[in-house]
């Protein structure tokens, strides 16, 4: 049962850079798509980027210029570097697998979510 | 981007009851449509892909129907377990999005 669990910190100061990673267990990294996905009270559930562990990537154009993802394929995790952090930022972080099997490519699997705090 | 309605954001209702949320999209997104179930302080719950696939493991109860431009969940008999929010979202293009959320709760 493939499982996925993410790690950073909880608070990140304004104008800094925030990491985090996504550990994914009971499966490989290799055969689907991943995601992250964050969710803000003003802004709701909002797609950031996906990867393939092939190199096909995608981002949200909002947040384009300051997302980077990087996969470690030999640890099974895959990371999320968002730069120049403001208090618009502060947000649960989710990773998930998007899934496209299915012509939707949904959302199939989440990780439980870290909440992420702007603050000087 | 495609802008994502829900109708209503809230509802109150009571177990046995119906129960029908609508998403609306900007523009047409043929099947490209998504429905999550959260319930309070978890991750969503993959409930319906594709406009009207049930998701493996979801009570038939919940169902999806709609293509094009408007979408709809409906729970046939809503049990205690469902009291949740309800997000809709699309994959037909980037960026994806997701509906605002309607909140499902006891009456």
């Known amino acids: 049962q493939v499982q996925l669990q993410e790690s950073g910190p909880r608070l990140v100061k304004p104008s800094e850079t925030l990491s985090l990673t996504c550990t994914v267990s009971g499966g490989s990294i290799t055969t689907s798509y991943w995601t992250w996905i964050r969710q803000s009270p003003g802004k709701g559930l909002e797609w950031i980027a996906y990867f393939y562990h092939s190199g096909s990537t995608a981002y949200n154009p909002s947040l384009k210029s300051r997302v980077t993802i990087s996969v470690d394929t030999s640890k099974n995790q895959f990371s999320l570097n968002l730069s120049s952090m403001t208090t618009a930022d502060t947000a649960t972080y989710y990773c998930a697998r998007r899934f496209c099997d299915r012509s939707s490519c949904p959302f199939d699997l989440w990780g439980q979510g870290t909440l992420v705090t702007v603050s000087s | 981007d495609i802008q994502l309605t829900q109708s209503p954001s809230s509802l109150s209702a009571s177990v046995g009851d119906r129960v029908t949320i609508t998403c609306r999209a900007s523009q047409s997104i043929s099947i490209y449509l998504n429905w999550y179930q959260q319930k309070s302080g978890k991750a969503p719950d993959l409930l319906i892909h594709?406009?009207?696939n049930l998701q493996s493991g979801v009570p038939s109860r919940f169902s999806g129907s709609g293509s094009g431009t408007d979408f709809t969940l409906t729970i046939s008999s809503l049990q205690l377990e469902d009291f949740a929010t309800y997000f809709c979202q699309h994959s037909y293009n980037i960026p994806f999005t997701f509906g605002p959320g309607t909140k499902v709760d006891i009456k």
């Open positions: 594709d406009a009207s």
